[in-house]
């Protein structure tokens, strides 16, 4: 099946800039998503791009997608206490007609002071 | 915005009874709501795909007897863990969208089996 990876873990200061990275293996990936996962809540959608871009900017939030290499990344920009949470990258392809997200092991942040 | 609401939020129960969870979108028609599962620390692993008035579409290695689902209306899908056993214990997170619109997540509810 589809496989999506994580950096399970990222501490950063607050200020700092924060990248977090993930990789897919379905070529056919028409769209990617990041969200946020806050302690014992659902998920909330961040931000998403289409596989025929390449970056994808919303205020604080960057999305840069190398289709090549199936490698994207996520960049929060004065990264915020409030930003601690658990982000999951997740796809969508013809798998499953497109409906079916496939999501990756998310990646822990801890925004420290 | 749209939202998905899930109930309960928590639940306690002993082994061998039936839980019922339900999903339902508050303010948008969920044409297809979506089930996942997520155990501690680890990513959303998808059960089953339900669009309204038809059956289930469940993923490999999902007992349809065990889990079933039912999509009854268009703005509320249940889920019900039938003869639980604690090793069902698990956060249970439904998604909702209408047509091919945003996918919107529910707040989860967490079963614990005693």
């Known amino acids: 099946g589809e496989d999506v990876e994580q950096s399970l873990f990222l501490s950063v200061r607050e200020g700092d800039s924060s990248v977090i990275n993930c990789t897919y293996t379905d070529s056919s990936s028409t769209y990617l998503y990041w969200y946020k996962q806050e302690p014992g809540a659902g998920l909330q959608l961040l931000t998403y791009i289409f596989s025929n871009m390449d970056m994808k900017q919303d205020q604080r939030l960057t999305v840069l997608l190398n289709k090549k290499d199936k490698h994207l990344s996520l960049r929060i920009a004065d990264t915020q206490t409030g930003d601690s949470a658990i982000y999951f990258c997740?796809?969508?392809?013809?798998?499953?007609?497109?409906?079916?997200?496939?999501f990756g092991t998310g990646t822990q942040l801890k925004v420290e002071l | 915005g749209a939202v998905v609401s899930q109930h309960p939020s928590w639940v306690i129960c002993k082994s061998g009874t039936s839980v019922k969870i339900e999903c339902r979108s508050l303010d948008f028609q969920a044409t297809t709501m979506f089930w996942y599962r997520q155990f501690p620390k680890q990513s959303l692993m998808l059960m089953a795909t339900?669009?309204?008035?038809?059956?289930?579409?469940?993923e490999q290695g999902v007992e349809k007897d065990k889990f079933l689902i039912n999509h009854a209306s268009l703005t509320l899908s249940t889920l019900t863990v039938t003869s639980a056993h604690p090793e069902d214990s698990s956060f249970y997170i439904c998604?909702?969208?209408?047509?091919?619109?945003?996918?919107?997540f529910g707040e989860g509810s967490r079963l614990t089996v005693l």
């Open positions: 997740a796809e969508t392809g013809l798998t499953g007609g497109g409906n079916k997200l496939t």
């Open positions: 998604s909702a969208r209408e047509g091919s619109g945003e996918l919107f």
């Open positions: 339900s669009n309204e008035g038809s059956k289930a579409t469940y």
